[in-house]
């Protein structure tokens, strides 16, 4: 016994605040749909245009919880609480790139880091990569770092070897 299918229900009447419905696409279970935002044709499921869905493929799409704010800003926003701006005033402040070594910007094209206290999660300042891996090695402890600047200046294996 052959099962038996719904059959496919003709939405090409169908007309919302988003799309048009054209016809159904040829190879797929999906509709071509006008959009109205951008004028291009997009594939859209009967549910989503029953729904009065807006097409997902659309430049002009906004997913419900969109917020109005560049991902990058939301981020910086949510993680060390200053906007894009701040960042921005913040390495203008310090010449324009990395407080400590100056670099302007990372070679892989990645923005400068933003620096901030783990305890208190204040930021203080804008660093490159691998200035802030650095100081985040050394767990942000003065006493290691002052040591290690002492390794630098007088290493113990040149001066055993030098008498």
Not at 71 to 96: A, F, S, V, W
Not at 98 to 122: F, M
Not at 132 to 150: C, T
Request: hydrophobic share 25%; with cysteine.
């Amino acid at each position: 016994m052959e099962r038996q299918r719904r059959p496919k229900i003709d939405l090409s009447h169908i007309e919302n605040e988003f799309v048009k419905v054209l016809n159904p696409h040829k190879t797929s279970y999906k509709w071509e749909v006008k959009c109205k935002k951008c004028g291009k044709v997009h594939l859209q499921s009967a549910r989503e245009i029953k729904k009065g869905a807006e097409p997902k493929s659309c430049n002009y799409f906004k997913p419900y919880n969109w917020s109005g704010l560049e991902k990058k800003d939301l981020i910086m926003r949510r993680e060390y609480g200053i906007t894009l701006n701040e960042y921005h005033n913040l390495i203008k402040q310090q010449g324009g790139g990395c407080y400590i070594c100056g670099k302007k910007e990372e070679p892989d094209g990645r923005r400068l880091s933003i620096d901030h206290d783990h305890k208190t999660n204040e930021v203080r300042g804008i660093l490159c990569y691998s200035c802030n891996k650095g100081l985040g090695l050394f767990y942000d402890n003065i006493h290691s770092l002052e040591k290690a600047v002492l390794y630098l200046n007088n290493p113990p294996f040149q001066t055993a070897n030098a008498k």
